[in-house]
Structure formats: C-alpha cells, structure tokens
C-alpha cells in the first residue's frame, strides 16, 4: 500500500502526541489527519482554570505536573490497580517538568523540578515544592504556577495534568516498554520488584511502579547487603527521563508503521489528561515544530536537565535548597524566546576535561576518561578525587566555562552537581565520579554502564537496546 502521504501525516501526528509524551508521569496525545479532526480531539480534553500568563511569539512554557490523585477511580479494578480514592484522599504531584519549546530557533528544553525542592508557596508558605499541587494543603495548579514563577522567575504560559491511569494506558497501549535492571531490588512502597538483574517488559502498572520507585532497596555485592538507594528522588527523575525516551521511540515506530495505531492510542488517553483552557491549536502545533527532528532512531530531540540543588535541612525534615547560582544560565534559557536559531555552542572538541575517581570503584576515571575522548572531548588526565569517597557526582568549571560545564553535564547525567570552581587551571571542567555515578548517558542519549570498576547505583538504566533480545 502507498504510505506518501500517510507517512508524513503519521509522522506529524506521532511529534504532536510525543509533545505530550513528557514528564515523570506524562503521556500523550492527538493524531492528525485535518483541522477538524485536531478540534475534535482537542475539545475533548478536560479543561481547569488557572492563571497562566500569555505565550510571546517565539514559544512557550508548558507546566507538565504528573497527579497522584485517584478521583478518577469509578470500578473495583481500578480500585485494586491504584488505590481506594476514600483512603488515598487529595492529591499530590509526585513530577514537576517545565517543558520550554521556541519553535522557531529550533530549541527545546525539558527541566524537571525536583519535588523536595525548598521554596516559598503562594498561600501555604516555606514548604517542599510538591506540597504546592497538595489539596489537603490548599494547593493546586495555581499554586504550582505561582510557586514556579515567584521562586524561579519563570512565566508559565501553559497547564498540562497527567494522572496514573493517564500513564498506564500509553504504556499498555504500546504494550510494554524494555528497561535494564542492574541488579535485584524491590521497592515496598510503589510494589516494583526485580528478582533479578536484566532486561524487563514492563506493562503499564510496572511501568507506573518503576518511574514512582524513590525507595529503591538493592544488593549490594561488594557488601552482601542490602542498602537503601542514597539518590532516593534524583534517581527517580533520572529513570522517569529514560523511561520516556523509551517509550516515545517506542510511539513513534508503532505510528509511523502503523498511522491507525496513534490515532487508537490518542483517543483512548486523551479524555484523562487536563489542560488549561487557551491550550488551543497553536499551543499544540508549537509542541509539534518543537519535536520536528524526533525519530524512531533518535530519541535525542529530548533534552531533560533536572534542575541544581544542594542537600539541607528545614523545617526538621531534609530538603534540597535550589541553586541558582549554578541554575543561573538555566533559568536564561527558560526566560528566552526567540525566532531564529541559536548562534552556535560548545562542541566537545572545544571542551579539556579532567576525570577524578570518587565513586571507590578502581579504574572508573580512566574508562570513563576514554569514552568522553571518543565523544570527542579533549583528554585533560585523570585521578582521584582528594577527598577520598564522594557520594554524588560533580561536574566542577572554570570561570566562564559554564557553557562547556552544561555541555558535559549532557554527558555525565542529570543528577550530578554543577559547580563552579575558580581554583581550576588545568582543564576548563573537571568530573567527579561520585558513588552514585551510574555511566555516561551520552549526549542526552540513554545511559550506558561503565566498563570497568564493578557495579552502579541503584536503578541504574542502560540501554536495551544493547543488552536485551
């Protein structure tokens, strides 16, 4: 059968529902054939009333909040699948994403917000940022709206909610999505259990179990014991990031192939999203031109940076305190909006790297060393860190080399710590390989194991694509 014109619709259609595809909990929608068909889809979609701001010419943010709220269960199965709604009361929102699109210059840029994050909430007060979608709080979306734009100075200019049957339908829809498992582990709290290491097929409510899992318990086989994942939220976000990747190669394959499919997926999930009421066709083909150069053999078109913190205390609980010293040029970004390509940036030929061993893993600075090299970094030596053990992984720059530091941190993984260090003359960023260090993931690639050294953190995802039949 010709497949021209089908093809090109299908791949319009498959970006517009990968738009959507984003956020800890996020699924998709709407396939398009002709306007009217992306009306009809479009006004099925539950609305809510909040106070966003008016998009400017050149893009938008969209504010993408995955619910815990089990409003939506109406059956004995379902009550079985996510809990009784008059035991597990509010709501509350477990992924907080800013997805920033300028479709014009070509540049998207997805930032998850982490939930322990210590802000002020308009209304409720010094609090961790989640508590600001908290019902049982007085929160809400223009709580969250609010929190966001007074804490960070960012306009949101679009709402997006996403609950847990939301999720799991696309998953199920696709049928399952492959993550690797580095090693057994179960987490008590969401029900995700791995009696081994290795590649699964994860359904929808295995899926939903594994991108919620921030209680992760493992084995350790250098100790024989089992240990509590330290990265605890981070390390959530960081699988909730590949997971999506995965997930949207997975949509786009099935929808190019088979046109029919995305159109069945769309509309069996799009009743439960919720969308702020001037989401209209502009907003969604925004979306769309963002994702122009997704495909099913490049899921790099998405590009998640988790915004910098530093570990606290407050309010006699452990927080994290946003850093936005090292989030300053983040922060640019998500005000921007332009109509015309960036000039260029940082390449890795233009970026020497130093590599220091922290992580207590022999040998890891130097594999790690060669493969930046052959990412086509400059090799700047390597060594151990001098403070021994490091728990969380550091990316360290020079003045005026936090551009080549953002560049690398594509590289290294969301959940390491920029830091700017003056005291640095031999290299313009030096890595340190932390404990928690799980592999580079390429640049904005899935992560991938290193090759020497012993194991990983916990939930550590590598690609399946190289260790799954």
Partial sequence: ??????????????????????????????????????????????????????????GANYLVVGSDSRAFVESADEEDAFGDPSQETGKRSDTMMVVHVEPG????????????????????GNAKINAAYNSDLGGGPDAVIG??????????????????????????????????????????????????????????????????????????????????????DIGRIERQQDFIRRLAGIVVEESIDDPLKGRDIVHDVVDD???????????AFDLVQAFRSMSSADTSALEFVTFPSTDGNAGGQAVLFPDKTNGASLLDDLRSFADVPAAPT??????????????????????????????????????????????????RYA???????????????????????????????TVVLGSDFTGL??????????????????GAVVDPAATCS
Avoid at 273 to 283: E, I, N, P, Q, T
Avoid at 401 to 420: D, I, T
Avoid at 441 to 450: L, M, R, S
Wanted: glycine share 12%; with cysteine; charged share 20%.
């Fill in 1 to 58: 059968m010709p497949r021209g014109n089908g093809s090109s619709l299908a791949r319009f259609a498959t970006r517009f529902l990968i738009a959507l595809v984003l956020a800890g909990a996020v699924v998709g929608f709407v396939v398009v054939q002709v306007n009217s068909t992306v009306d009809k889809e479009l006004a099925r979609i539950p609305r809510v009333d909040v106070d966003v701001t008016t998009a400017p010419e050149g």
């Fill in 105 to 124: 210059a070509g540049r998207t840029l997805v930032v998850s917000f982490p939930r322990d994050l210590w802000v002020n909430i308009p209304g409720i």
């Fill in 147 to 232: 929190a966001i734009r007074d804490n960070f100075g960012i306009d949101i200019h679009h709402y997006v909610e996403v609950d847990f049957k939301t999720f799991q339908s696309m998953v199920d829809a696709v049928g399952s999505v492959p993550v690797y498992v580095d090693r057994p582990m179960v987490d008590d709290f969401t029900g995700f259990i791995a009696v081994e290491a290795g590649c699964f097929e994860l359904n929808g409510a295995e899926a939903l179990a594994w991108v919620r899992s921030r209680h992760l318990e493992y084995l350790n086989p250098a100790t024989g014991r089992v240990e509590m994942d330290p990265r605890a």
């Fill in 273 to 283: 999203l919720r969308v702020d009421r001037g989401f209209d066709k502009r907003a």
């Fill in 346 to 395: 940082s390449r890795p030929s233009d970026v020497r790297v130093k590599v220091l061993n922290g992580s207590g893993r022999g040998g890891l600075a130097d594999t790690t060393m060669s493969a930046l090299v052959a990412a086509g970094f400059v090799k700047g030596g390597t060594g151990n860190d001098e403070r021994g053990r490091v728990a969380v992984t550091e990316v």
């Fill in 399 to 429: 003045n005026g080399a936090e551009a080549k530091a953002q560049l690398l941190l594509q590289y290294v993984g969301a959940g390491a710590k920029l830091v700017g260090d003056p005291t640095l003359d031999d290299a313009d960023v």
């Fill in 441 to 458: 993931t390429g640049a904005g690639g899935p992560a991938t194991a290193p090759t020497g050294g012993g194991g990983t953190a916990a």
